[in-house]
């Protein structure tokens, strides 16, 4: 296991803003965190796990605790069981599933980040989310100390949940991912955008390969590249709404989408209302094109990131009635045993 000294949390993120962690440790083997976690609990360190830093955030006050660098690797296809080390590349995963002709994910490709990742929040994207085709992980659990596997039916998934950022946030260190893969390809009809871009450029492919495609052209068009704009992509989450809730907003002539995964606002629609597409402020870019994505551009740190989310959650609420929920998680510095908030 590696180990460093105050680095900075934005040179670990793709927002690119925080200051120091008293401690970084790199795990690169399963024997590491048991020691890892040993190390943080004997000073009361909080504890925070990284993988690729695309849906992490870090404050100007930066940790005086222990960051997790989550860097395992290996990858197992036993007849479309993928088995998956945590701190593999999830586009890679995608690339060779579709590639072999395995459906499940081809909706999910180029979303920045590492596996072990992916089902904390169950990332999603054009209809798809890992929860599709997650079997079970094996994880590390911080209460017993022991290594043991969640199946699916353990993660309570959800839209951008799971166990794993709810009810047991912190709990437990993914080691390993084990998807059921199958060969086919994603029913039509797909997500409006992607019918629509298969329209405009007469797409005929709609193979896992084909599909990938046409994923990679769409946000290559409307999303930054995390290499070359800092952002954490969707800063906020969609609203989701009960049957109610529902009736009531569509009474307003708000539009409100009935689908597979329940009642929903696309949060961008309250963003292009109130005018935000395209706008600077505090140093924050709102994507012009999908604007629940903030760009850092001349953020000057936390601080500026802060109020350009309380201009637009505020504005949103004043107008509409409905405060806008963060997706990436945040590193908070609080002297909190084995906590991860
Ligand atoms: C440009 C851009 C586009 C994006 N598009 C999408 C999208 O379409 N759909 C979507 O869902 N997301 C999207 N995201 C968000 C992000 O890519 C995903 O959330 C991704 O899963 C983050 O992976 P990561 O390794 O970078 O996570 P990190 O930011 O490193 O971690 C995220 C969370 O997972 C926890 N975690 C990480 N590794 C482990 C582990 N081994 N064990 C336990 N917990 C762990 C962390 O503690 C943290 O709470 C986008 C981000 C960017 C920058």
């Given at each position: 296991m590696k180990s460093y000294e105050n680095i900075f949390i934005s040179s670990l993120t793709t927002m690119r803003i925080g200051g120091t962690a008293r401690h970084v440790l790199e795990i690169e083997s399963e024997k590491d965190i048991p020691e890892a976690y040993k190390f943080a609990s004997a000073y009361w360190y909080p504890t925070y796990i990284i993988g690729g830093g695309a849906n992490t955030i870090g404050r100007d006050e930066g940790l005086d605790g222990v960051i997790l660098l989550n860097r395992l690797r290996g990858f197992t296809d036993n007849n479309g069981e993928f088995t998956i080390a945590a701190g593999e590349n999830w586009d890679v995963i995608v690339d060779y599933a579709c590639e072999n002709g395995y459906t499940g994910v081809e909706a999910l490709s180029r979303i920045p980040g590492l596996v072990g990742a992916a089902p904390v929040q169950n990332i999603g994207a054009y209809g798809q989310d890992v929860s599709g085709v997650f079997k079970s992980a094996r994880v590390f659990d911080t209460a017993t100390n022991n290594i043991i596997t969640l199946e699916k039916k353990d993660m309570q998934f959800g839209y951008r949940k799971s166990i794993m950022n709810t009810t047991m946030k912190?709990?437990?260190?993914?080691?390993?991912?084990?998807?059921?893969?199958?060969?086919?390809?994603?029913?039509?009809p797909f997500y409006n955008s992607v019918e629509k871009f298969i329209e405009d450029y007469g797409c005929t492919d709609f193979s896992p390969k084909g599909v990938r495609q046409i994923i990679s052209a769409i946000r290559k068009d409307k999303l930054p590249d995390p290499r070359e704009r800092a952002s954490a992509g969707s800063f906020f989450k969609n609203v989701y709404l009960d049957p109610l809730e529902a009736e009531k907003a569509e009474e307003k002539g708000y539009p409100v989408h009935r689908g597979r995964d329940g009642n929903k606002i696309n949060s961008a629609w309250f963003m292009e209302q109130c005018g935000f597409n395209g706008q600077l402020i505090n140093g924050m870019r709102v994507n012009p094109l999908a604007p629940l994505v903030l760009i850092n551009e001349s953020a000057r740190g936390y601080a500026d990131l802060a109020k350009a989310r309380a201009t637009i959650t505020s504005t949103i609420y004043d107008k509409f009635g409905y405060w806008l929920e963060q997706e990436p998680v945040e590193i908070i510095n609080t002297k909190n045993r084995g906590a991860q908030l």
């Amino acid at each position: 296991m590696k180990s460093y000294e105050n680095i900075f949390i934005s040179s670990l993120t793709t927002m690119r803003i925080g200051g120091t962690a008293r401690h970084v440790l790199e795990i690169e083997s399963e024997k590491d965190i048991p020691e890892a976690y040993k190390f943080a609990s004997a000073y009361w360190y909080p504890t925070y796990i990284i993988g690729g830093g695309a849906n992490t955030i870090g404050r100007d006050e930066g940790l005086d605790g222990v960051i997790l660098l989550n860097r395992l690797r290996g990858f197992t296809d036993n007849n479309g069981e993928f088995t998956i080390a945590a701190g593999e590349n999830w586009d890679v995963i995608v690339d060779y599933a579709c590639e072999n002709g395995y459906t499940g994910v081809e909706a999910l490709s180029r979303i920045p980040g590492l596996v072990g990742a992916a089902p904390v929040q169950n990332i999603g994207a054009y209809g798809q989310d890992v929860s599709g085709v997650f079997k079970s992980a094996r994880v590390f659990d911080t209460a017993t100390n022991n290594i043991i596997t969640l199946e699916k039916k353990d993660m309570q998934f959800g839209y951008r949940k799971s166990i794993m950022n709810t009810t047991m946030k912190g709990r437990f260190f993914v080691i390993s991912v084990t998807l059921e893969m199958k060969k086919g390809q994603m029913e039509r009809p797909f997500y409006n955008s992607v019918e629509k871009f298969i329209e405009d450029y007469g797409c005929t492919d709609f193979s896992p390969k084909g599909v990938r495609q046409i994923i990679s052209a769409i946000r290559k068009d409307k999303l930054p590249d995390p290499r070359e704009r800092a952002s954490a992509g969707s800063f906020f989450k969609n609203v989701y709404l009960d049957p109610l809730e529902a009736e009531k907003a569509e009474e307003k002539g708000y539009p409100v989408h009935r689908g597979r995964d329940g009642n929903k606002i696309n949060s961008a629609w309250f963003m292009e209302q109130c005018g935000f597409n395209g706008q600077l402020i505090n140093g924050m870019r709102v994507n012009p094109l999908a604007p629940l994505v903030l760009i850092n551009e001349s953020a000057r740190g936390y601080a500026d990131l802060a109020k350009a989310r309380a201009t637009i959650t505020s504005t949103i609420y004043d107008k509409f009635g409905y405060w806008l929920e963060q997706e990436p998680v945040e590193i908070i510095n609080t002297k909190n045993r084995g906590a991860q908030l």
